[in-house]
């Protein structure tokens, strides 16, 4: 008894305050009672008189109606999310009020719509669509019926959909069918459908949303070229707009116009409407700064990006990666090896090395021993060889390339041979690739470089010439015309 006694004073309360809006105007009666009944909808007994003592003041208002009957059923999808949330769900007082609105006035389409809204929730897709279609022919010059039932039937009858989207064009001509399916597909995420309908649609009657997710959709499919053209007409119009500048700037840093990508990295941070950087901006600005040879700038857009606590895992590996290979292009070899085994270390602890991230940090010894006088070169090269070495032990898949490398590096160091520094490295390589079930043309070229070396070492260091002719003889087995091998072996034409 407390309990009721307390709801019906807290009702008293509530009646006694609204008066003065909520019996005069529409909006604010649908706003209390929306307050009331969903603090109050367990307790029907009070709660259902007191409303419709209410509804009695409006009750030519199909707009009350509908509200109270949203009241009464109230719902939301979470985005991206099959499932509905109920606050309340009191679907007989809903169509009661739906009813209500409908009597008294019956093209009001919103009141058929909520009607097949409930049913939606109700997983009856055929109740529905019927009253979709009583709103439709309620308000035939109303767009909301046609959407709601376009919406309703597009994954399992997209030319009903279609078909009874289009006509409305009899009672609105300039009516954007093709936008609005577009918007039907955006939100399912059929981008190549969004796409197709968007590329049909007229532009200027898109707006900024429309615009970001048709560029948006362009980028992802990989349509860069289309995506900028979009990009651009969106910032014709919506000049701060951040989301089309941010495309504009990506996809021109994708397409390597990176004055034009500068340009628009500086409208993105410092010209748009509330832009919030993203992680990613960091890693394009640096790409942009990349491909015009700004080095330091583009390790600072880098450097951002991997310090960010914010940014994905991926794309501060990808940072990282980047610093390191801006270092090698100015020819900063120490900061390149630094950077680049500060990323390993940092893929090692994720358990993510790969034959590739050490190939990156061999590759930068390399070329810091090819950029250094003779007779200074050996320490780069040496340090180069011992991560190839690594990587061959390692990566059993990729011994060959490792080989292949350390082979190259030995007669970089012995470029006659008379050390026999790259035996060792040859007679592995010509056994890894010799065991491969299947071998691709590298694999061949690779196996006939050890061979050469194999055949020159025996042939002229040792002066070993019947053993050297077997690896020249295995030569012309892969490449029949080598012209190496069939000079030792004294063959003519």
Same mark, same amino acid.
Not at 45 to 56: C, G, I, N
Not at 158 to 177: K, M, N, Q, Y
Not at 204 to 225: I, K, Q, R, T
């Given at each position: ?7 019906? *004073?807290?009702? %008293?309360?509530?009646?006694?305050? +609204? ?5 005069? &105007?529409?909006? @604010? /009666? $649908? ?109 035939? *010059?109303?767009? %909301?019926?046609?959407?709601?039932? +376009? ?5 399992? &009858?997209?030319? @009903? /959909? $279609? ?331």
């Amino acid at each position: 008894m407390r309990s009721i006694r307390y709801v019906l *004073a807290a009702l %008293a309360v509530l009646a006694s305050a +609204a008066p003065a809006g909520a019996q005069s &105007d529409p909006k @604010a /009666a $649908v706003a209390a009672l929306d307050t009331v009944v969903r603090k109050y909808s367990n307790y029907k007994s009070v709660l259902d008189p007191f409303v419709e003592k209410v509804y009695s003041k409006f009750r030519k208002s199909a707009e009350v109606a509908t509200g109270i009957a949203r009241s009464y059923y109230s719902f939301s999808r979470p985005a991206g999310q099959p499932y509905y949330t109920f606050v309340t769900r009191d679907s007989a007082n809903a169509y009661k009020y739906i009813a209500l609105a409908i009597e008294a006035k019956p093209d009001y389409v919103p009141a058929y719509i909520f009607g097949g809204d409930i049913q939606v929730t109700m997983a009856d897709r055929e109740a529905a669509a019927d009253w979709y279609r009583r709103a439709i022919k309620a308000g035939p *010059a109303n767009p %909301a019926g046609y959407l709601a039932f +376009a919406d309703l039937v597009i994954d399992d &009858d997209s030319a @009903a /959909a $279609v078909s009874t989207l289009e006509g409305i064009r009899s009672h609105l001509p300039d009516f954007p069918v093709e936008l609005a399916l577009a918007r039907i597909y955006e939100k399912r995420n059929y981008l190549r459908n969004a796409v197709a309908c968007f590329d049909r649609a007229e532009r200027d009657s898109m707006n900024a949303e429309d615009l970001v997710s048709y560029a948006m959709f362009h980028y992802l499919l990989g349509n860069f070229p289309r995506s900028l053209d979009v990009a651009l007409y969106g910032h014709g119009r919506f000049a701060g707009n951040p989301a089309l500048n941010r495309l504009a700037f990506w996809n021109h840093t994708d397409l390597k116009n990176y004055d034009e990508a500068l340009a628009f990295a500086d409208l993105l941070f410092n010209k748009s409407e509330n832009p919030e950087i993203q992680p990613k901006d960091y890693l394009y600005y640096g790409y942009a700064y990349l491909g015009k040879k700004h080095y330091a700038e583009a390790v600072g857009m880098f450097g951002r990006l991997a310090a960010s606590a914010d940014a994905e895992e991926r794309d501060k590996n990808t940072a990282m990666q980047e610093i390191a290979r801006a270092y090698q292009s100015m020819g900063d070899y120490g900061k390149a090896a630094d950077a680049c085994r500060a990323y390993i270390a940092k893929r090692e602890k994720d358990s993510l090395l790969s034959a590739y991230d050490l190939n990156m940090l061999a590759q930068i010894y390399i070329e810091q021993g090819d950029s250094l006088p003779e007779g200074q070169q050996a320490a780069a090269w040496q340090r180069a060889d011992s991560v190839l070495s690594m990587m061959t032990d390692r990566f059993p898949a990729n011994a060959d390339y490792a080989l292949y490398w350390r082979l190259v590096l030995a007669a970089k160091q012995d470029p006659e041979s008379t050390e026999g520094l790259g035996l060792p490295h040859a007679q592995r390589l010509a056994a890894v690739i010799q065991a491969m079930p299947e071998r691709s043309d590298i694999a061949n070229a690779r196996l006939v470089f050890a061979y050469r070396y194999l055949g020159y070492y025996y042939s002229f260091v040792l002066n070993r010439r019947a053993q050297g002719r077997v690896y020249w003889e295995k030569i012309l087995e892969i490449e029949p015309e080598n012209n190496a091998a069939r000079t030792v072996l004294g063959l003519k034409g």
